[in-house]
């Protein structure tokens, strides 16, 4: 999905019940149990893989949802958990819808991260894009399913600390790599090669990208 070069300032400034999300245990307080850090980098894979993938991906972004359940599932089972590829998430937020689902999925525990952003983007027809849906109130009943409760909800859509953080993190992205759609995925080999793939690619073709970095 191509992306407007507007300021995500102006997307602050305008005004699915899965079973894997139904069995989280409840936070405590806004970082959740064991606290965590919202900011921190969210990663599958052995940090010591031959190839870093970074996923830049917005949680609006029908390509991305339509990469995550055509091709995700293999990249996982044979590149991640083979110890071939380190998988990084970056979140780069459409709109102001993706920013607050983005800041809500950052701020439930690290190991819930990857289920709900997968659960988020397989339900965008039911919280994101439903006509007459409030999309924020959708997100609320899906976090609590996650284990965050709607106090901690309210709190975390309402951090302008967070909110401030991913439009760096948008701008960065954007004057560092040049994101200008998503999904887009930055390869990097341990070798310092890099190759760049844009689009919901099939598995042959993401693969492809991951060899071409790791010799």
Not at 15 to 28: N, R
Not at 57 to 82: N, W
Not at 192 to 198: A, I, T
């Amino acid at each position: 999905m191509s992306v407007s070069r507007r300021s995500l300032l102006a997307f602050v400034a305008a005004p699915l019940v899965l079973p894997a999300l139904a069995t989280a245990a409840p936070m405590q307080g806004s970082m959740g149990q064991g606290g965590t850090d919202p900011k921190a980098e969210r990663a599958l894979g052995a940090a010591d893989a031959p190839v870093t993938v970074t996923e830049y991906f917005s949680l609006t972004c029908t390509h991305c949802a339509e990469f995550v359940r055509s091709t995700f599932p293999q990249v996982k089972s044979q590149l991640i958990d083979t110890g071939k590829l380190r998988y990084v998430f970056y979140d780069f937020p459409l709109d102001q819808v993706a920013l607050t689902a983005a800041m809500v999925a950052r701020s439930l525990p690290p190991a819930r991260y990857e289920p709900f952003a997968a659960a988020l983007l397989a339900s965008q027809d039911r919280w994101a894009f439903a006509r007459g849906v409030n999309s924020t109130e959708e997100l609320a009943k899906m976090a609590v399913l996650a284990g965050m409760d709607r106090a901690t909800f309210d709190k975390v859509i309402a951090d302008t600390d967070l909110k401030n953080w991913f439009m760096q993190q948008r701008e960065d992205a954007e004057k560092s790599e040049g994101i200008n759609a998503t999904p887009t995925f930055v390869f990097v080999g341990k070798n310092g090669k890099k190759n760049r793939v844009e689009g919901s690619v099939g598995f042959d073709k993401f693969a492809q990208a991951v060899a071409q970095v790791a010799g």
